[in-house]
């Protein structure tokens, strides 16, 4: 009848406009993206090969801390190579090295070294874990404070906020390095990591050396005294962006992206450095560089070093399943080291020193590539 | 004669294919009902072996313990378990009246079919919006809206222990409140269908005996349709208790117990989302203990509605 049909047209297309609307609102993604728009939200988004060859495709998994920059290298060596395809699942260093244990994924990637009871579950038949570094990272301290625009926190302030006995942002402690500045009495949320986190780690690292009352130790997930949790370098950076007097440490870039503000920490000379690249890659020069790359810098000495930075490695299989993905990856670490440089400076990233790139060559060519 | 016989032998060849097409039916129908059990009980199993070893290191002392820390290999449940029954009993409080009103709304005849279908479509339809579009919307414009709120009610009420605490964002009670919205589709959809479901003869009988409206619904259609609405609840529930991504985002992640919904807090299945990646050794084992208390949380509550929906409803 007519008059079912027009009830029937109108009883569905309400909600079909509302479902449409809503499905076209609904994102995919699981990790909370900040709306700095950051390329990360895309995975392996690479065109398929145009041609000649068959397509490589190659997973990996880890660190949340140098994601932009990984998601900015696949891009630009597709560019150069269309044939391989390189997935990224940014879901901490402590998933990423489980999933490299568990053979899992092609590569892994972490922000902190392999540990010996690590490394010792390695099956023998994938040779030792090769971990090479590929760039530098350095963890800042990002705030949301109105009409505070450059806020120096002396040591003791910056270990009175991470373990929770400074509780105000007026608190004397703080007042102290800021004249000029009105500080509002208003509580401090600190945010920290609720997931496991090489970022935790390098920033753990740092408390223990600079902080004498420093009690929860150093590592990937440890227990906060105060403070809220969330999820990622993206959650974190969201939580500060969203609450007004909050502070929390992420990795240099997300604060970049998000366009946090970034406080100016003490180093061990006792000089206020602001977090910049430039003053964080103080800290790697005149570093002694073990064989397995394992370079620690918790307090840096250098005079203008900015203090909490280290290095993010890559962890790769010495007899690796599949030597032609293995062959692939050795191959764009190699541009990575090299072209990739710009790109790390670009988003915020300390590029390797030279005589490094050029170490972690020959450390990659150790891979058994060769079908046997 | 000859249809006689012809009568009787064609039924006699039917009913032999088909009644080995209806065996084989309710055999097969048969075996995925057992199938469904089966992959329940072999859930349980494997959680249950995983958890062992933290069962025999903590014994029932990790439900009573708040520490969880990894380096000193030292957990306990308690704030996780206290969290999870915060946040899914405020989701109750919350979307249960609303739920049950928009479905006796929308069960009479206040409004035209016309008007009524693509309500009832609508809010079917906030049950399909993912947990983590929940959580990003949580954190983006709910929080900011809650959080004057919040200050306000620590500022004026904070005497009460509900709100002793002052609110910095994320916290119990804006898991509390997504977690209602999230589960009022399921209690507004299943609600209204039981109570459209009770015969129109008991309906028309109570006006019949002069009950008015309002009489009618309370007394008498409410009662008819406990058992679906109850069932409902236990579902919504459900879901409130297990729901992960919406409330890891928005509740704080913070290992302590306050009274004070305005605090933050962890519940066990975003301490399960925040750790179970990375975790290995005994970390896992106290996580599987974790979900195996959930597990029975969960069997407790059903058991419970279980009883209720038989105690009280009205046999028809």
Not at chain 1, 58 to 87: C, D, H, M
């Amino acid at each position: 009848m007519a008059f079912s049909l027009s009830a029937t047209c109108w009883r569905f297309s309400v909600p079909a406009i509302a479902l449409t609307l809503g499905l076209a609102a609904c994102t995919p993604q699981t990790p909370p993206a900040a709306p700095g728009a950051s390329t990360s939200s895309g995975g392996s988004s690479s065109p398929v090969a145009a041609g000649g060859g068959a397509t490589i495709s190659i997973s990996g998994a880890g660190a949340t801390a140098p994601n932009p920059l990984y998601q900015r290298w696949f891009q630009e060596y597709n560019k150069q190579k269309p044939t391989v395809q390189i997935s990224y699942d940014s879901v901490g260093s402590g998933a990423g090295v489980k999933r490299f244990l568990d053979q899992t994924v092609d590569f892994g990637a972490s922000d902190a070294v392999l540990k010996p009871d690590e490394r010792s579950k390695l099956p023998a038949d994938r040779g030792t874990a090769i971990q090479v570094p590929t760039t530098g990272v350095f963890v800042v301290f990002a705030y949301n404070l109105d009409g505070v625009d450059n806020l120096k926190l002396s040591r003791e302030a910056f270990c009175g906020i991470t373990d929770g006995s400074i509780k105000t942002w007026n608190d004397p402690k703080i007042v102290k390095d800021n004249a000029g500045v009105t500080l509002p009495n208003e509580p401090i949320t600190f945010v920290h990591r609720s997931d496991g986190s090489g970022t935790t780690d390098i920033f753990t690292k740092h408390l223990v050396k600079a902080c004498p009352n420093w009690k929860a130790g150093a590592g990937k997930t440890i227990e906060w005294s105060t403070g809220t949790g969330a999820k990622g370098n993206e959650g974190v950076s969201a939580n500060i962006q969203q609450t007004k007097g909050a502070i929390g440490y992420t990795e240099f870039s997300y604060a970049k992206q998000t366009q946090l503000k970034t406080a100016t920490l003490q180093n061990k000379t006792g000089t206020f450095v602001a977090p910049t690249p430039e003053a964080a890659a103080k800290a790697l020069v005149g570093v002694e560089v073990p064989a397995d790359y394992a370079v620690k810098v918790p307090d840096p000495t250098q005079a203008d070093a900015y203090p909490i930075v280290s290095l993010t490695w890559v962890l790769l299989y010495e007899q690796p399943k599949d030597p032609a993905k293995a062959k692939e990856i050795a191959d764009f670490l190699r541009w990575a080291l090299k072209d990739g440089k710009q790109y790390a400076t670009e988003l915020g990233y300390l590029p390797l020193p030279d005589e490094l790139a050029t170490k972690v060559a020959a450390t990659l060519d150790t891979i058994k590539v060769a079908a046997k | 004669m000859a249809t006689s016989t012809s009568r009787t032998a064609m039924p006699t060849q039917r009913s032999e294919s088909s009644r080995f097409l209806d065996k084989g039916f309710v055999w097969l129908t048969g075996a995925f009902a057992i199938g469904v059990g089966f992959v329940l009980l072999a859930i349980a199993f494997r959680v249950g072996t995983d958890s062992l070893p933290a069962i025999q290191k903590f014994g029932l002392g990790f439900l009573a313990t708040t520490r969880w820390s990894v380096n000193d290999e030292v957990f306990g449940a308690l704030t996780q378990i206290y969290g999870t029954l915060v946040t899914s009993f405020m989701a109750l409080l919350i979307a249960v009246p609303i739920g049950i009103g928009v479905a006796l709304f929308l069960s009479e005849d206040y409004l035209p079919p016309r008007i009524k279908q693509p309500i009832v479509f609508l809010i079917e339809l906030l049950a399909a919006i993912p947990s983590v579009v929940y959580g990003l919307w949580g954190i983006f414009v709910l929080i900011p809206l809650l959080r004057p709120f919040g200050i306000w009610l620590n500022g004026n009420f904070g005497w009460i222990p509900l709100f002793s605490t002052a609110p910095s964002g994320p916290g119990i009670y804006a898991a509390g409140i997504i977690l209602s919205i999230m589960i009022l589709p399921i209690i507004a959809a299943i609600s209204r269908d039981a109570l459209v479901a009770v015969p129109t003869e008991i309906r028309q009988a109570a006006y019949g005996l002069g009950a008015t409206r309002w009489e009618t619904i309370f007394q008498v259609i409410l009662p008819a349709a406990f058992s679906g609405i109850v069932g409902g609840i236990m579902l919504a529930l459900g879901r409130a208790m297990g729901e992960t991504m919406a409330v890891t985002m928005v509740i704080g992640n913070s290992n302590s117990i306050n009274l004070s919904i305005l605090s933050q807090g962890s519940t066990v299945s975003s301490l399960l989302a925040n750790q179970f990646a990375e975790a290995g050794g005994l970390q896992v084992s106290s996580l599987m203990y974790a979900a195996l208390i959930l597990f029975g949380l969960t069997l407790v509550v059903n058991v419970l509605a279980e009883l209720i929906v038989r105690r009280f409803s009205l046999k028809l």
